[in-house]
C-alpha cells in the first residue's frame, strides 16, 4: 500500500458514504475501509436472519413471520423530506439513479393522548381537530406569514426582522395557545426539544417552510420519501459513486488503525500489517475511542406487526412524534413505521420503531406511551445504543469525526453534520441549489 491517499474514510455509515462520494466527485484520491463485512455501519439494514442472531442469539424466526430475504429493517430508522437536504445531496452527486423511492403515507403528532394528522397549510389548519374554531383562524394566519415569507423580500416580512425576533416572541405576535405552538415547533419545524424558543425565530420559519414544500411536491400525505428496500440502499449508492470517480472500497479490514506523525496530525492507516499514507482521515466515532466523548443514549424499540398502526387511516408507512410536553420528557419521542409496500417485509407485515433519547436507565417503560400506539405486536426487540461526537480539534490532527446517530426519524439532523464535516475538509460548501424534479417518487410507486 504505499500509493499515497488524499483523504481515507474509515467505516460505511451513510455519513461516511455521502463524504466518500462527494469527496471522490471533487477528484480527491479516496480510500473507503471497514472493519465489517457489510455497507452501512450503525445504520446498516438487516435480514430476518441477521435481525435474530442480532437480538436473540442463535434462535431461529418463526416460519409465519416470512422469508428472511423479504425484511430489510433499518438500525437508524429515518426518513427523508422530499425537498430537505439529503435529496438535495443525492441529486447533486447523481445517486438518486441508484435508488427508487415512495412516497410515505402520513405524518402525524401526539396531543392529549390521541394522534392526529399533521396540518402544514392555513387550509389544513382550519381542518385540523387539534385545534379549536377561534384558534383555527390564528394558526392559519401565522401559516399564511410563513407561506408567503422570503427572506430577501423585506415586503414579506410585516416589520419583523426575524435574525432577532425569537420563535415564542413571533408566535405571540399571533396569539397561538400553548398546545399550537407545541405541534408546530415539534410536528412541523422539527425541533428536539423547546430550547427552540428562546432561539432567532427565521430557522423555525425556514423548517416550516421546507415541511410545506415538501408536503406539496408529491401531494401526498406527508412530506416525507424513503427508497424501496431501506435506508441500507442508501449508503451502498454513494459507494457506487464514489467507485465511479476512482474511489477504492476494502471492506472486512480488521483494526485499521490510525497512525500519526511526531506533530499529531494523521499520517497513514495500518491493517493487516500494510500502512496506507493519507493526509486526511474520515471516521465514525467507533474507530477513533479516544477523540469523542459519549453524550448520550438512545433507546429504541423494532416492532414486527401484521397491521398498520390504528388511527393513522391504514397508512402503510407514517412518522408520528410525540413531542415532550406531552410525555413530561426533556425530548421528543419517534415512531416510524414502514412496510411490504416498500419492500422491506413480507407481505403483509409491517414493521414499527419507537425511538427516544435515553432519559432514564429502563427503555421499555421510558418507550411505553410509543410502544402503546402500535396496538398487538408479533415480535418486539428493544436496542440501546451510546451517542458520541468528537472532541478533537480537526484542524490541528486532520481527523473528521461523524457524531453518532440521533434518535429523529428524519434525516435533516444527519445531513447537516456531513455538510459541515465537507466544510471542514475542503474549505468549500455543497451547492444545494439543484432541480428537484431531478427525484421523483413516480406515480405507479405512490
Known amino acids: 500500500m504505499d500509493v499515497e491517499y488524499d483523504v481515507i474514510v474509515l467505516g460505511t455509515g451513510l455519513k461516511e458514504c455521502i463524504l466518500s462520494g462527494l469527496l471522490s466527485v471533487d477528484r480527491l484520491k479516496v480510500l473507503h475501509m471497514d472493519r465489517n463485512d457489510y455497507y452501512g455501519g450503525d445504520s446498516t439494514s438487516l435480514n430476518l436472519n441477521q435481525l435474530w442472531k442480532r437480538f436473540k442469539g442463535e434462535e431461529t424466526p418463526p416460519a409465519q413471520i416470512g422469508a428472511s430475504r423479504d425484511y430489510n429493517v433499518d438500525m437508524v430508522p429515518k426518513f427523508m423530506m422530499a425537498n430537505g437536504a439529503l435529496v438535495r445531496v443525492l441529486i447533486h452527486t447523481g445517486v438518486t439513479k441508484y435508488l427508487s423511492f415512495k412516497a410515505v403515507d402520513g405524518s402525524y403528532v401526539f396531543n392529549k393522548g390521541k394522534i392526529h394528522k399533521v396540518p402544514s397549510t392555513d387550509m389544513e389548519a382550519l381542518k385540523s381537530p387539534l385545534m379549536g374554531l377561534f384558534e383555527k383562524r390564528r394558526a392559519g394566519k401565522f401559516f399564511l406569514y410563513v407561506q408567503d415569507y422570503k427572506e430577501n423580500d423585506p415586503s414579506t416580512h410585516k416589520g419583523y426582522d426575524l435574525t432577532k425576533l425569537t420563535t415564542k416572541q413571533l408566535i405571540s405576535k399571533y396569539g397561538l395557545d400553548d398546545n399550537t405552538i407545541d405541534f408546530i415547533g415539534h410536528a412541523v419545524a422539527l425541533h428536539r426539544d423547546d430550547s427552540y424558543l428562546s432561539e432567532p425565530a427565521i430557522d423555525t420559519v425556514k423548517r416550516m417552510k421546507l415541511y410545506a414544500e415538501s408536503v406539496a411536491r408529491f401531494q401526498g400525505g406527508s412530506p416525507y420519501i424513503y427508497p424501496l428496500y431501506g435506508l441500507g440502499e442508501l449508503p451502498q449508492g454513494f459507494a457506487r459513486l464514489s467507485a465511479v470517480y476512482g474511489g477504492t472500497y476494502m471492506l472486512s479490514k480488521p483494526e485499521c488503525k490510525v497512525e500519526f506523525d511526531n506533530e499529531g496530525k494523521v499520517c497513514g492507516v495500518t491493517s493487516e500489517g500494510e500502512t496506507a499514507k493519507c493526509k486526511k482521515v474520515v471516521c465514525d466515532p467507533s474507530y477513533l475511542p479516544d477523540k469523542v466523548k459519549k453524550v448520550g443514549k438512545v433507546f429504541r424499540a423494532i416492532a414486527i406487526m401484521s397491521h398498520p398502526i390504528p388511527n393513522t387511516a391504514e397508512s402503510h408507512s407514517v412518522q408520528i412524534i ?56 408479533d415480535e418486539l426487540f428493544i436496542d440501546i445504543y451510546d451517542r458520541y461526537e468528537p472532541t478533537n480539534d480537526s484542524s490541528s490532527d486532520n481527523c473528521y469525526i461523524s457524531t453518532s446517530y440521533d434518535a429523529t426519524t428524519h434525516f435533516e439532523s444527519t445531513v447537516m453534520d456531513v455538510l459541515s464535516l465537507y466544510t471542514k475538509i475542503t474549505g468549500k460548501t455543497v451547492d444545494l441549489s439543484v432541480d428537484l424534479s431531478a427525484a421523483s417518487a413516480s406515480e405507479d410507486d405512490m
Open 322 to 377: 410525540l413531542p415532550q410536553k406531552q410525555l413530561g420528557r426533556k425530548s421528543d419521542m419517534y415512531v416510524f413505521c414502514c412496510s411490504y409496500s416498500h419492500n422491506v417485509a413480507s407481505k403483509g407485515k409491517y414493521i414499527a420503531f419507537v425511538s427516544a433519547q435515553a432519559e432514564t436507565d429502563n427503555p421499555e417503560t421510558e418507550l411505553k406511551p410509543g410502544i402503546d400506539l402500535l396496538g398487538p405486536v
